[in-house]
């Protein structure tokens, strides 16, 4: 059983895939191989994020009004990557947009529990 386990482990850590996935550092993948990480936690951290994600992943915290700082962050480097716009600029944009839709999560919440 340890012997498929860490084959599944190698397969995820380093075999092609398609779309494409990066590799994880050196010592990330060996530090998963002593631990016998499983497989799929593997795949996982080798999958590449994309916009697509973090503006799912955004939604989904300011729905219910949760500000998660480091979330927002990335979102803000990958806006400034697409765009060139400075950070700070896509920070008070994003920050206001995020404010508005938050205002109303209290209603939103209230509503779904409600309807239940």
Do not use: C, N
């Not at 994309?50 to 500000?67: G, Q, Y």
């Not at 060139?84 to 920070?91: D, L, M, V």
């Amino acid at each position: 059983m340890t012997s498929i386990r860490s084959d599944a482990l190698s397969r995820a850590l380093a075999a092609p895939s398609e779309p494409s996935l990066r590799l994880l550092p050196p010592e990330v993948a060996e530090l998963l191989r002593a631990l016998g990480a499983p497989p799929r936690l593997a795949a996982h951290l080798r999958a590449d994020v994309t916009i697509e994600d973090l503006l799912v992943s955004t939604a989904d915290r300011i729905w219910k009004d949760k500000r998660v700082p480091g979330l927002e962050d990335r979102l803000v480097r990958t806006l400034t990557a697409a765009t060139g716009r400075e950070p700070w600029e896509e920070y008070l944009a994003l920050d206001d947009l995020l404010t508005r839709l938050g205002a109303d999560a209290h209603h939103r919440l209230a509503f779904q529990a409600g309807a239940l």
